[in-house]
């Protein structure tokens, strides 16, 4: 199977930063793609910032000019650094991974156990 493990997430006040990081492991042959999500209260989860399988990045419009996806591809990790937190963005944050397994034809889905993101005063 294929393990996504996020780290980094916690309680910062607004204007703040924090990095996620998100690490991918096990029977990898290739990541087509790989990005972020996240769900706040009461909310649907939605797309923060991606790469795609042409390595061309997406990120929402309420974070475009705050947040920076980036990625290491030899560690299979992506990370998202996040500056000038706004309470809004306060939301467990999830990696997404669309992968080519070893031995196995197409492409699979993962998500990764989410990682708590609080901006609060």
């Known amino acids: 199977q294929v393990q996504l493990v996020e780290s980094g997430g916690g309680l910062v006040q607004p204007g703040g930063s924090l990095r996620l990081s998100c690490a991918a492991s096990?029977?990898?042959?290739?990541?087509?793609?790989m990005g972020w999500y996240r769900q706040a209260p009461g909310k649907q989860r939605e797309p923060v910032a991606t790469?795609?399988?042409?390595?061309?990045?997406n990120y929402a419009d309420s974070v475009k000019g705050r947040f920076t996806i980036s990625r290491d591809n030899a560690k299979n990790t992506v990370y998202l650094q996040m500056n000038s937190l706004k309470p809004e963005d306060t939301a467990v944050y999830y990696c997404?991974?669309?992968?080519?397994?070893?031995?196995?034809?197409?492409?699979?889905?993962?998500w990764g156990q989410g990682t708590q993101v609080t901006v609060s005063s």
């Open positions: 096990g029977s990898i042959f290739s990541i087509d793609a």
């Open positions: 790469f795609t399988s042409d390595g061309s990045t």
């Open positions: 997404n991974a669309r992968i080519r397994r070893l031995s196995v034809s197409g492409l699979s889905f993962y």
